[in-house]
């Protein structure tokens, strides 16, 4: 055979192969039925936010948020655990399964070809399925996406057998079992709708997707293209030009994927930590042009009481007397809380070093944690001292102050007592200055701590008692909105104590201010 003919019949074999693996041509037309096994409720809390669009999705669109459509269930996240719970059996083993979410999907370019009401038949054809194999009233929740990419169907079930017991290996026992769920779905439900299997053991996705992942780990400029199959003389099977140009095609485009995720990524970083830079430096800006103003009004009422003493003969007196008070200013900076043991039972000391420690550490200023410390004692001893009776620091000008000083924190809290679906901060700016006021009030311990899942560091973050609640809801604003990467046990483990304390305390309904 001459060289012509057998090209000819190796390129005729591979576009016979390729359509036989659903690789040319209107090959792509799959259906695609997955499912995931849903361990623990903090785990069932995070999918199901993820499908109300409770979180942050970045590969949603939010103007295509209101296309979605809600087929089964509550219309959030909160309510669909409600319904688990009143399904759920009372007693429930450690290791069980406590959901079993499927996704329903297909080909994209099947999927865009469809019409909204092809879409929609196909769908719900698939949602009977389902219902038929879990019983109607063990489908918890079933949403079409029409925000992403492809439209999909996403439906979260309570995987219980004829005994009422969860059971989800009654269902997916094993990986026979899987693989004929994919063709008992392909036969009832996809394939009436024009869409077939996929192939049986077939991994391509999968090495997609790790091709992807690795160039984005690595962060790697160079591609290293597959090797063309040269064949053998008696078998054949040498790979045609245009095979191995859409495999090297396919590879670079992943690779140029995961380069384009790790640049995406170390914008944003960049882009968060340069707001965060500008937010610090307008809020030192706007100190020091206030400390420029209260020193020079001090300096020109000192520069008059220093002349007036001279000329009183009182200057030895006044310099003992400025040199009193800057060792008793330093000390109060320093935290030196003997000072306060040494006023004790004198009214007029104790309002002299208030006088002194307002002056000396303003509104605004960020403390050291001595001064921290030495603030909360100071409040405990006009506390003592007052005795029912309104303390000069106490006055409705100071606690305004007190209010104002941590604005990102109130309104975070106010906003997540009313409104658990939309985060509380939209802009950069106002994220960065939420993450700016939640780290500048802790010590660098208690943000390792938090970090690691530790929400009750926040207990005393406004100066008074936060509910755990609110511990917990402010911990994963901190997290999910300021930009901060933590492991997803943490984040999980924090969605399924708060979801568990919502359960147990219902939502809360008002705020707690600052101590009075």
Not at 41 to 61: I, K, V
Not at 110 to 122: F, G, I, L, P, V
Not at 242 to 263: I, N, P
Request: include cysteine; charge should be negative.
């Amino acid at each position: 055979m001459s060289a012509e003919p057998r090209k000819l019949l190796e390129e005729g074999w591979s576009r016979v192969r390729g359509s036989m693996q659903g690789l040319h041509g209107d090959g792509k037309s799959f259906g695609i039925m997955r499912t995931a096994k849903i361990k623990t409720l903090g785990n069932m809390g995070a999918s199901l936010q993820h499908t109300f669009r409770e979180r942050e999705t970045p590969n949603a669109d939010p103007d295509r948020t209101r296309d979605n459509t809600i087929l089964v269930g509550g219309d959030n996240s909160k309510d669909v655990l409600a319904a688990w719970k009143d399904r759920a059996p009372e007693k429930i083993r450690t290791n069980a399964v406590h959901g079993l979410e499927y996704f329903i999907g297909g080909s994209p370019e099947k999927m865009k070809a469809m019409s909204r009401e092809e879409q929609d038949t196909y769908f719900r054809d698939a949602l009977g399925w389902i219902e038929n194999r879990h019983g109607k009233e063990n489908v918890l929740s079933a949403m079409i996406h029409r925000d992403e990419t492809t439209p999909h169907m996403t439906v979260m079930t309570i995987p219980l057998d004829d005994r009422g017991k969860l059971n989800c290996r009654s269902f997916v026992g094993n990986k026979k079992a899987l693989s004929d769920l994919q063709t008992d779905f392909a036969e009832k439900v996809s394939e009436k709708h024009g869409l077939r299997r996929g192939i049986k053991g077939s991994t391509a996705r999968h090495e997609r997707v790790q091709r992807v992942y690795g160039a984005y780990m690595s962060g790697e400029g160079t591609v290293a293209l597959p090797e063309r199959v040269r064949g053998s003389l008696l078998r054949g099977g040498k790979e045609s030009d245009a095979d191995w140009h859409a495999r090297a095609a396919e590879v670079a485009t992943d690779a140029l994927r995961g380069f384009q995720m790790k640049m995406r990524e170390e914008k944003l970083d960049m882009d968060a930590k340069l707001n965060t830079a500008q937010s610090m430096i307008q809020s030192l800006q706007s100190l020091q042009h206030s400390y420029k103003t209260q020193l020079d009004a001090a300096r020109e009422t000192l520069s008059r009481l220093v002349s007036s003493l001279e000329l009183a003969d009182k200057g030895a007196e006044a310099n003992a007397a400025l040199e009193a008070y800057a060792d008793l200013e330093g000390k109060i900076l320093k935290g030196d809380l003997g000072v306060l043991k040494d006023a004790a039972g004198s009214p007029a000391r104790i309002d002299k070093i208030v006088d002194i420690y307002d002056r000396a550490v303003p509104e605004g200023t960020a403390m050291t944690e001595e001064q921290a410390r030495f603030d909360r004692a100071l409040d405990l001893t006009l506390d003592a001292m007052a005795e029912g009776k309104v303390a000069k620091r106490k006055d409705p000008v100071r606690i305004a102050i007190e209010a104002r000083a941590l604005p990102y924190v109130q309104k975070a809290l106010a906003h997540l007592a009313q409104d658990r679906v939309t985060p509380p901060f939209i802009s950069r700016d106002e994220r960065s200055a939420f993450r700016a006021e939640i780290e500048s009030s802790l010590s660098e311990d208690e943000l390792v701590a938090l970090k690691q899942g530790d929400e009750t560091v926040l207990e005393d973050v406004l100066g008074d008692r936060l509910s755990q609640q609110q511990q917990l809801s402010l911990a994963l604003a901190y997290i999910d909105h300021s930009g901060i990467d933590v492991g997803s046990d943490v984040r999980n483990s924090l969605i399924e104590r708060l979801v568990e304390c919502e359960l147990q305390e219902g939502p809360v309904h008002h705020e707690r201010g600052p101590r009075h």
